[in-house]
């Protein structure tokens, strides 16, 4: 290039050689900043996030389990009581497992049902496959409660299923075991959580190269098997971290038992609610909360122990 | 159908909606050999391995393998193995299990299966990476763990399907040499796909020229190259040089063409169909077989003395190491390419670029074919 070009390439270079950085604080850490500003900033801004949206609000509800409640006011103390309430009274325990079954029930069907549904999308589903797609995401863009309320105009003693029973004259009166238990409380959070499964799965499953599952069978591998050895384990992580997402929300769900769940069927969520609003000790609420998270916390722990232990056997 | 044919497809035709896949296919694959199906994308090469692997059904026409009806077998049940173009190891398993795979479908115990994998991957090299996963490999490395899980079965043919695409042209070499060394060794049939006719000619015991669905000419590397039958053949298989000319004379079985610029060429018979006088004719002759004529470089007037000799203008050479081509125009304006040693030219080529020069297409390299059969198919 002749030099009487103004030369671009020669500023670039100029910028680029850490010898002309402008002798500002040309310290070692400086350096490292300019070199990696967008991690910086991503970092910076995930550490807002985790402070301002978890740690705190999680370091606040752990400082309230140890403070007291006299009438109708809450004052900073360091007690043990609260947890010796919620540990010690069975209704608390009976309340937690209540909710365990629940949720249990709920991950167990809607991960099965997740997983045929998404297994079907995009293995079989050809044509169909996007308007199928269409159809399990458009719930989603309602309102939860509405998902969970129309199922009292379903399953109601006037409902639509009793209505259309009675006419077809499989039975004779309305059935009323179909509402207000837990029966009704899974049925809704299957429907609701059911797409948090099948995504993660049906995701899993895209990813898969066709020729790893002709590669089994050219193996002589039976399409049973190829399922067992191939395609399962493949899909596990999005199987697991739907099961996860769905656990953690049925546990945690108050809305779905106050509509639908009798007076028997309350979850440690509304308990803990409760204690937040009307009974206004939030002391105790917040040692619930704590123990809740603790247990839920050891469950998922131990799922992800067991599963790392089937993964490694295999 | 003889004995020693392993695997047979008789008319078999394979559609997919409105496009021919496979038209009317007939192929014979013998026990031990190493084929290799050569072709263009599209040309019905990969789906014919699909249909021999199971993974297509054909439309029409059967297959055979040892005599015995292949047709409706599942793939899982065929005595037939792939190594596929990505490799498709299962990323889940480590290497050893990768390769040990296929036997479990045998009823081989995990011990047996684990010792078999080790003896197989020490077959390829790598053994020493039995408990690594398949990510932690180089290409080639997958490539070799790919062929082990496949022969582990003992297949009755091993089916490849371009299996050295995703490599560097080193690597390519040496494993083309390395897959032809262990199918002698196991003595296994070989079916290959590529469009990569080096590859063919380096590997194969026998050529299959596929086009638009059909086998354009079957044998011998040397076969197809240096006698093939269709002007399709003679042009996919090897660089050639192209002339086209009409038939003036019928010399016997060398008929004579005069090009457009007037030179008068003696050539090979075409073996297709015979050439009739005033038969419109397309030449091939590759660039390793013209030469330059030394003595009267750039001495036109006396190329009417030599037989078979025409005038070009030599463009560029271009050095290649060990060879030179030669670029250059011909009487009627075409592209000429010429490969020539460079110690066999003279040493003051370089000197006549930019002039004319005379090249010799000797008759038995000049390969004529009728010029309408490219259309035709």
Known sequence: MSPALPSRPAAAAQAASPEAIPPVPATAAYGRFRRHRLEFLCAGAVLLYVTVFIALPYAMVGVFSFWKKSLYTIRPAFSLANYAQALGSDVYATVIGNSLIVATAVTLVAGVLGYVLAYYLAMYARRSRNLLFFLLVVPLWTSFLLRAYIWTIILGREGILNTLLLRMGLVHQPLSLLLYNKFSICLALIYIFLPFVALPVYAALEKIPRSYIEASRDLGAPPASTFRHVIFPLTVPGLVAGATVVFCLSFGDFITPKLLGGSSDIMIANVIIEQFGAAFNWPFGSALAIVVLVVVFALLGMAAMLARLTGQSR | ?377
């Open chain 2, 1 to 377: 159908m003889t004995d020693d044919t392993v695997l047979a497809l008789e008319r078999v035709d394979k559609r997919f909606g409105d496009f021919v896949a496979l038209d009317r296919l007939d192929l014979e694959v013998r026990r031990g050999e190493f084929l290799t199906l050569l072709g263009e994308s599209g040309s019905g090469k990969t789906t014919t391995l699909r249909i021999i692997s199971g993974f297509e059904d054909p439309s029409d026409g059967l297959v055979y393998m040892n005599g015995q009806r292949l047709n409706g077998v599942p793939a899982h049940r065929r005595r037939v193995n792939t190594v596929f173009q990505d490799y498709a190891l299962f990323p889940h398993m480590t290497v050893g299990e990768n390769v040990a795979y296929g036997l479990r479908f045998d009823g081989v115990g995990t011990h047996e299966r684990r010792r078999r994998a080790c003896g197989m991957l020490a077959r390829v090299g790598l053994a020493d990476r039995i408990d690594q996963r398949p990510e932690a490999l180089s290409g080639g490395q997958m490539q070799r763990v790919a062929l082990a899980r496949a022969l582990i079965k003992e297949p009755e043919v091993l089916l490849l399907d371009e299996p050295l695409s995703a490599l560097d042209a080193k690597l390519r070499k040496e494993l083309q040499l390395e897959l032809k060394r262990m199918q002698r060794a196991t003595g296994i049939t070989f079916v290959y796909v590529t469009h990569d006719q080096d590859e063919a000619l380096v590997m194969s015991d026998r050529i299959a020229v596929m086009d638009r669905g059909r086998i354009r000419q079957l044998g011998p590397p040397a076969d197809v190259f240096e006698r093939p039958e269709s002007l399709f053949v003679a042009e996919f298989v090897g660089a050639s040089n192209r002339f086209e000319g009409v038939v003036v004379e019928l010399d016997g079985n060398r008929p004579v063409v005069e090009l457009q610029g007037g030179d008068r060429l003696t050539v090979n018979i075409s073996r297709t169909r015979p050439l009739a006088h005033r038969d419109r004719a397309s030449l091939i002759i590759r660039p390793e077989h013209i030469t330059l004529n030394p003595g009267r470089l750039g001495n036109d007037e006396a190329s009417d003395a030599l037989r078979n000799a025409v005038a070009a203008w030599l463009e560029d050479i271009v050095y290649l190491g060990v060879e030179r081509k030669l670029v250059l125009r011909g009487p009627g304006g075409g592209r000429i390419e010429v490969h020539e040693r460079g110690d066999r030219l003279p040493a003051d080529l370089a000197d006549h670029v930019g002039r004319t020069v005379q090249l010799v297409l000797p008759a038995e390299h000049l390969h004529a074919f009728p010029a309408d059969e490219a259309g035709a198919a």
